[in-house]
């Protein structure tokens, strides 16, 4: 059987698209039994140059050709309005979708699938989070037997490169992202990536697809890494923890915490190993215990092989008649909710006078909010590390786990202190110890 594909948007990702399907449409057809013909491409520019060269035949302006042709729609155009719309429009024409708009997915979900859910078809996407890691499937299928309790992802490239360098090259935020934009991971405006919300709409999707409702992208909190000093890097290295840019959502007394936040993880853990511009996710379940993808999160052809990888399982699904498998999640309002209160560790560094009695009254501040003191660092160390003699040197505090409404409170009548000097930085810490 034959499915008829037509793609809309013939940027990084779809050129990538289209290069796959043309090159290796026979090795699918004999993997799967269902002939792939990609009968459209729809761009607004077909004079920018491109990686691959898409045959003139298959060349539109015109997306509604794609819409009329195809029995299956890829979107890649990215952006909301423009995607919405077409997605929609697809889908009450009886078209099957796939896409790998992340931020549609993350904000405008719910709707989407409901519709696609009404009309009886298919919308793939894999491509809208991890790239070419399969994680999207995996949660709906690999997994689906297990509750899931945790994920914690390294879900944006860009972000891990720069703190990568900041880690092991001492880099100012600064250095660091523009060495990120003279090498091509980092955009002109890199306020997506720096500022987290490219990680949080990957983290959404993967949320809902957990825990089995549509979250809403505004309760999910999202926090980015361009206010990080290299001196908390460092010293964050010398207590034996690396700095990631974490994607969280995970499961506490019935609640659900979805954030997006530095943290400090164990220089052990596995995913504080993930350098460079890779992506790493690390799902637990009750019964597989955890476990985790490593891969390429974003670029051409990583993204255009989960983006064929969505193509072939609506396709086949399409050929062989079956009912259409829309998603495992309820998107609807359930029981489950998200925890804005979230408990976690925490270093906090101060600017403190080089004088007795300073960390007295930051600990009684802390104890009348049940935040307990688990470590001070040294002053020495910490002075020597930050380059600095006095007479403000740096205070560092690691806590016991807290709730974040009462370390913030916390903070606020610290920063009042006539012993502190400016803003006090928190950095949160993921570990089991408390």
């Known amino acids: 059987m034959k499915v008829r594909v037509g793609v809309v948007g013939c940027g990084v990702v779809g050129t990538g698209t289209v290069e796959l399907l043309l090159r290796n449409r026979e090795l699918i057809r004999k993997r799967t039994g269902v002939d792939f013909e990609l009968v459209k491409v729809a761009d607004i520019d077909w004079e920018r140059e491109r990686e691959f060269h898409v045959p003139e035949e298959l060349r539109t302006t015109n997306y509604k050709e794609?819409?009329?042709?195809?029995?299956?729609?890829?979107?890649?155009?990215?952006?909301?309005?423009?995607?919405?719309?077409?997605?929609?429009?697809?889908?009450?024409?009886?078209?099957?979708?796939?896409?790998?708009?992340?931020?549609?997915?993350?904000?405008?979900?719910?709707?989407?699938?409901?519709?696609?859910?009404?009309?009886?078809?298919?919308?793939?996407?894999?491509?809208?989070?991890?790239?070419?890691?399969?994680?999207?499937?995996?949660?709906?299928?690999?997994?689906?037997?297990?509750?899931?309790?945790?994920?914690?992802?390294?879900?944006?490239?860009?972000?891990?490169?720069?703190?990568?360098?900041?880690?092991?090259?001492?880099?100012?935020?600064?250095?660091?992202?523009?060495?990120?934009?003279?090498?091509?991971?980092?955009?002109?405006?890199?306020?997506?990536?720096?500022?987290?919300?490219?990680?949080?709409?990957?983290?959404?999707?993967?949320?809902?697809?957990?825990?089995?409702?549509?979250?809403?992208?505004?309760?999910?909190?999202?926090?980015?890494?361009?206010?990080?000093?290299?001196?908390?890097?460092?010293?964050?290295?010398?207590?034996?923890?690396?700095?990631?840019?974490?994607?969280?959502?995970?499961?506490?007394?019935s609640e659900v915490e979805i954030r997006v936040h530095p943290t400090f993880i164990h220089s052990e853990e596995a995913l504080a190993k993930v350098s460079g511009v890779y992506n790493a996710i690390m799902i637990e379940g009750d019964f597989v215990g955890k476990t985790m993808f490593y891969g390429q999160g974003a670029g051409s052809r990583p993204t255009a092989s989960a983006v064929v990888s969505d193509i072939v399982g609506v396709g086949v699904s399409i050929a062989c008649g079956h009912a259409p498998e829309i998603t495992p999640v309820n998107w609807e309002e359930g029981t489950v909710k998200v925890r804005k209160n979230f408990y976690s560790r925490y270093y906090l560094r101060f600017s403190v006078p080089d004088r007795p009695g300073v960390l007295a009254s930051i600990s009684r501040v802390l104890a009348d909010f049940n935040i307990s003191i688990a470590a001070v660092l040294q002053k020495e160390m910490v002075c020597e590390i930050a380059g600095v003699k006095g007479p403000i040197v740096p205070l560092v505090i690691l806590t016991h786990k807290a709730y974040e409404e009462d370390v913030q409170k916390a903070l606020k009548e610290i920063e009042n202190l006539p012993v502190v000097v400016g803003k006090p930085v928190l950095i949160r810490v993921e570990e089991e110890a408390e």
């Open 66 to 253: 794609v819409l009329t042709e195809s029995d299956l729609v890829v979107e890649l155009v990215g952006g909301r309005d423009f995607a919405k719309r077409l997605i929609l429009e697809a889908i009450d024409m009886g078209k099957h979708v796939v896409t790998a708009n992340k931020h549609l997915l993350a904000v405008e979900g719910e709707e989407i699938l409901m519709r696609a859910r009404e009309k009886g078809v298919r919308v793939g996407f894999e491509a809208s989070v991890g790239g070419g890691i399969p994680v999207v499937r995996s949660l709906r299928e690999g997994l689906v037997g297990n509750r899931i309790r945790a994920i914690y992802g390294i879900l944006n490239g860009t972000t891990n490169y720069i703190l990568t360098r900041m880690f092991e090259e001492g880099l100012s935020f600064e250095k660091a992202l523009k060495e990120a934009k003279e090498k091509g991971y980092a955009e002109a405006d890199p306020s997506l990536d720096v500022d987290g919300w490219d990680a949080a709409h990957k983290i959404t999707i993967l949320a809902s697809f957990a825990f089995g409702r549509y979250f809403p992208f505004s309760e999910v909190y999202v926090e980015g890494i361009r206010g990080v000093e290299s001196l908390d890097v460092d010293l964050g290295k010398e207590l034996g923890y690396t700095l990631k840019l974490l994607a969280i959502a995970k499961m506490v007394d």
